[in-house]
């Protein structure tokens, strides 16, 4: 792989809890390529959305990043200040966060809520140039540039999405975060605000971060996917791999609970509660879940390592 | 209009819960234009023959206002509910009284729905003690806790705890276990797994089936997810801004969908196969020369790659395609055209003969085409 963009190296974090620390990512680890398209997949509460904050330094107490780096090209983003941290939000990583869409402030119109982000970034644009860069940015959304006067009770979900990516794109970022960016759309419009992120990605050139569960969108969207789960990574692989030849069995459950539209009755779930964070069972987390435990691996806690060019944490693969 | 059911005969063969003809249209207020929710659709929920009817649309085509009409929650502006024959506004105290026992709901939201300080308890006892459903406290444990079993919940995981200590899809399924308390012949579950994770879905929808199979409940499946709709469901209804555009036995309306509507909800479900064919931004491009959205039409002609000049004139009709299939498009106007409210009937499901073979793992009724 080229130079990575974007580099997390043994990222942990940890919230403060009455009846112990509780370690919501733990020891994550990965590399984005320029360009690439990498998935975040698992269920709620594995800790996607913390680590994707946790990369953005935007914990918030009684959470804490107790261990490893991130990096930003050559920039080791611990080494910022707070004002320098703001001022790579939205320029160098951005994050559009889950329900975004209807975080848009309702009294401010779309083209304004754009050039927040500008003035925010110390880009002091005059009127000219500033409505030029806003149209042309909605125009690269998909969006007529009318949308500019508009307010967000104006616009559909699709299009709220879309202005949402326009936000996010609005000062080139090289890498984009995307928390479930469409789980509150139906099919048809999730289609065209994917597509929508792909076409500006691609004119960015930027590296994108998909956050979701959805493993049908996975297949269709993404070039790698990383697995997490209870706050570990247990599986990176390209999604062609992970489509084909799960080597983890929560991968495995996962693939499997999408369900088909070939055949009826094959609509199975992942047996079981994801785990406390709290009160982590011993050996691999996944192990009461899984039907093909061992001895091994209810005391012995599997570590990702290689496997056929792919990394996956189980004894058994 | 279907026929007036006389009293006698009335109980044996009137359905469960009939939608004829029923459109739902909300006012627009101070000179503004009024809304049209639901257009004339018809439907049959029939108790003798247990079924899943899935109701599939994008939000605002008014799945959710079928819902609420038909848990008479809304009037309907044209056309009626019947509940067992009868009108659900004209019934008298007590069969309205039945009516709220065999027709339960299942909200979206397994959050907003439990008063927080209240243990899930709560929400079981209240049914009980409304319709005196038991006659000590033991008695009411006992009916709970066959409740919950019913929906794969051990009672004594559950119970004393509060809804924070409990999973979404353990609270999704407390709702259906609540519904299941009252003895209900029809659950109308609106959206009950979209806000679940995609690996617990599998186990409510799972639940839902079973109760389908083993204790004869219909279910009014209402959902915006048409890969889960096939999965669960016998029958499938579209509804587009409004309309009804297909609706047909499951398999056939995912197999082969005759609907430019229902052919695109197909195309558009990202699939886990290594072909990626699923990221085109088709519809953005071929909009623009498409025809405009006329309020005469069909509802689906601007949108439409088959539209003709026909499409902008009239609304078209629902054609009976098949055996249990109707499709609101002009291109099969050399079939048969349904009347208002024959729908209902032409989709009658007739499951299959007892003892016919079922998949082991996941029970399904089978089909009888």
């Known amino acids: 792989m080229s130079e990575p963009v974007l580099r997390v190296d043994g990222l942990s974090v940890a919230f403060g809890h009455p009846l112990g620390k509780v370690h919501a990512v733990d020891d994550v680890s990965f590399a984005l390529a320029a360009g690439e398209r990498f998935g975040l997949a698992g269920e709620s509460g594995s800790g996607k959305s913390t680590l994707a904050l946790a990369i953005l330094r935007m914990i918030k107490p009684p959470g804490r990043i107790e261990a490893g780096e991130v990096w930003l090209g050559n920039t080791r983003l611990a080494d910022l200040d707070e004002e320098g941290m703001r001022a790579l939000r939205l320029a160098g990583i951005a994050l559009v966060p889950q329900g975004s869409m209807n975080s848009l402030n309702p009294v401010l119109r779309i083209g304004k809520q754009i050039a927040d982000a500008f003035t925010d970034h110390g880009l002091h644009l005059n009127r000219g140039e500033e409505k030029r860069r806003i149209a042309a940015l909605l125009v690269q959304v998909g969006l007529p540039e009318g949308v500019a006067r508009m307010y967000p009770h104006e616009l559909s979900g699709g299009m709220k999405q879309r202005a949402c990516i326009a936000i996010a794109t609005c000062l080139r970022p090289r890498v984009i975060i995307a928390d479930e960016p469409t789980s509150a759309l139906d099919v048809v419009v999730q289609r065209q605000v994917m597509a929508t992120l792909a076409r500006v990605q691609e004119e960015l050139g930027a590296a994108v971060v998909l956050i979701g569960h959805d493993m049908g969108l996975m297949a269709q969207f993404i070039d790698r996917l990383a697995v997490m789960y209870a706050g570990r990574l247990v599986e990176v692989a390209p999604i062609a791999e992970i489509i084909d030849r799960p080597r983890h069995p929560y991968t495995r459950a996962l693939v499997a609970s999408l369900p088909s539209l070939e055949t009826r009755g094959a609509l199975t779930g992942i047996p079981g509660l994801a785990p ?38 189980c004894h058994l693969a | 209009m279907a026929p007036k059911w006389p009293a006698i005969l009335r109980d044996a063969v009137a359905p469960l819960i009939e939608a004829i003809d029923v ?78 026992r065999d027709v339960q709901a299942v909200f979206q939201d397994p959050y907003g729905v439990y008063n927080p300080f209240y243990r899930v308890d709560h929400v079981l006892t209240a049914p009980v003690r409304r319709f005196q459903l038991a006659s000590s406290r033991a008695e009411a444990r006992e009916l709970i806790g066959e409740a ?222």
Not at chain 2, 65 to 80: F, I, K, S, V, W
Not at chain 2, 88 to 100: C, I, Q
Not at chain 2, 331 to 351: K, W
Request: glycine share 8%.
């Open chain 1, 276 to 313: 406390l964070l709290r009160d982590l069972p011993p050996g691999c987390a996944f192990h009461p879940r899984c039907t093909l435990a061992t001895e091994r691996c209810r005391a012995e806690r599997p570590l990702l390592r290689r496997v056929d060019g792919t990394e996956v944490a």
């Open chain 2, 23 to 100: 459109s739902k249209r909300f006012a627009g207020g101070l000179g503004r234009e009024s809304t049209l929710a639901l257009a004339g659709l018809s439907l049959a929920v029939h108790a003798e023959t247990p079924s899943i009817i899935a109701v599939v649309g994008e939000s605002g085509s008014g799945k959710t206002t079928l819902a609420r009409l038909l848990l008479g929650l809304a009037e309907p502006t044209g056309g009626e509910v019947r509940y067992r024959g009868t009108d659900l506004h004209k019934l008298t105290r007590e069969e309205r009284r039945t009516f709220r």
């Open chain 2, 148 to 369: 919950l079993r019913g929906v794969g919940l051990q009672p004594e995981e559950i119970l004393g705890r509060f809804p924070h200590q409990l999973s979404g899809g353990q609270r999704q399924r407390v709702m259906v276990a609540r519904a299941l308390l009252l003895g209900p012949k029809l659950i109308v579950a609106d959206e009950p797994v979209s806000m679940v994770d995609a690996s617990l879905r599998a186990t409510i929808l799972s639940s839902l089936r079973k109760l389908t199979d083993d204790r004869g409940i219909s279910i009014l499946y209402i959902t915006h997810d048409l890969a889960t709709a096939f999965q669960v469901s016998d029958s499938i209804l579209v509804l587009y801004r409004a309309h009804l555009v297909e609706a047909g036995a499951a398999e056939r309306v995912i197999a082969a969908p005759q609907h430019p509507y229902t052919q695109l909800l197909i195309s558009a479900i990202p699939r886990a196969h290594a072909a990626r064919d699923w990221l085109i931004d088709e519809d953005e491009e071929t909009r623009k020369g498409r025809a405009p959205l006329s309020a005469h039409g069909c509802c689906f002609a601007d949108r439409c790659p088959h539209a003709a000049s026909d499409c902008l004139a009239a609304p078209p009709d629902l054609y009976h395609t098949e055996q249990r299939r109707a499709v609101a498009c002009v291109r099969f106007r050399d079939h048969p055209a349904l009347s208002a409210g024959a729908l209902g009937e032409v989709l009658h499901f007739t499951p299959a003969l007892p003892g016919a073979p079922c998949d082991e793992s996941f029970p399904h009724s089978g089909q009888a085409e």
